[in-house]
T-cell receptor
Framework: AQTVTQSQPEMSVQEAETVTLSCTYD???????LFWYKQPPSRQMILVIR??????QNATENRFSVNFQKAAKSFSLKISDSQLGDAAMYFC???????????FGAGTQVVVTP | NAGVTQTPKFQVLKTGQSMTLQCAQD?????MYWYRQDPGMGLRLIYY???????DKGEVPNGYNVSRLNKREFSLRLESAAPSQTSVYFC???????????FGDGTRLSIL
């Protein structure tokens, strides 16, 4: 069974600084997708970024970028120029099969301080 | 655009009561999912429907049933609620296998 591990329960960052969230996963598949979702206090699940395993280039969305290391089964998220609105719970997720079932990590709470 | 709509947003039940959580999407998506979110844990899949007319168990299906009423609607039923089912429930949908899931705003369910 695939598992997704987020080892940092909470990370604190100052405004305008950079924070990196770690995620590792276990799989025997070669083709899969990885996602980072953001959950603010409003409880919404918002897609931040996604990575296709067959693509070597790391995905980037504005201030959000990933470091995808397929051999190490690592998928970290970097938030640059952090803003107060980035404060939220961040979940790493792995798409397990063609039906699109997601396996989630336990989440990392990001706290942004002024 | 409404996206994925869940009703109700909050509900309190007594042990043994039954309840149906409703989910509807207006994006013409094929696949729909029900997850539960508990403190300290990520979302866990309860049931999913890959397409209209099909449903399958996920990671934690015990105590739940689902109905894919039509392409738009996917309901989750608790026949006899238990305190262990106190959680936040999310419905999600997506159109194709390589596309991300879109989530509803969740239902906070408390069972006393």
């Amino acid at each position: 069974a695939q598992t997704v591990t987020q080892s940092q329960p909470e990370m604190s960052v100052q405004e305008a600084e950079t924070v990196t969230l770690s995620c590792t996963y276990d799989t025997s598949e070669s083709d899969y997708y990885l996602f980072w979702y953001k959950q603010p206090p409003s409880r919404q699940m918002i897609l931040v970024i996604r990575q296709e395993a067959y693509k070597q280039q790391n995905a980037t969305e504005n201030r959000f970028s990933v470091n995808f290391q397929k051999a190490a089964k690592s998928f970290s998220l970097k938030i640059s120029d952090s803003q107060l609105g980035d404060a939220a719970m961040y979940f790493c997720a792995y798409k397990t099969d063609s039906w699109g079932k997601l396996q989630f990590g336990a989440g990392t709470q990001v706290v942004v301080t002024p | 655009n409404a996206g994925v709509t869940q009703t109700p947003k909050f509900q309190v039940l007594k042990t043994g009561q039954s309840m149906t959580l409703q989910c509807a999407q207006d994006m013409n998506h094929n696949s729909m999912y029900w997850y539960r979110q508990d403190p300290g844990m990520g979302l866990r899949l309860i049931y999913y429907s890959a397409s209209e007319g099909t449903t399958d168990k996920g990671e934690v299906p015990n105590g739940y049933n689902v109905s894919r009423l039509n392409k738009r609607e996917f309901s989750l039923r608790l026949e006899s609620a238990a305190p262990s089912q106190t959680s936040v429930y999310f419905c999600a949908s997506k159109i194709a296998s390589n596309q991300p899931q879109h989530f509803g705003d969740g239902t906070r369910l408390s069972i006393l």
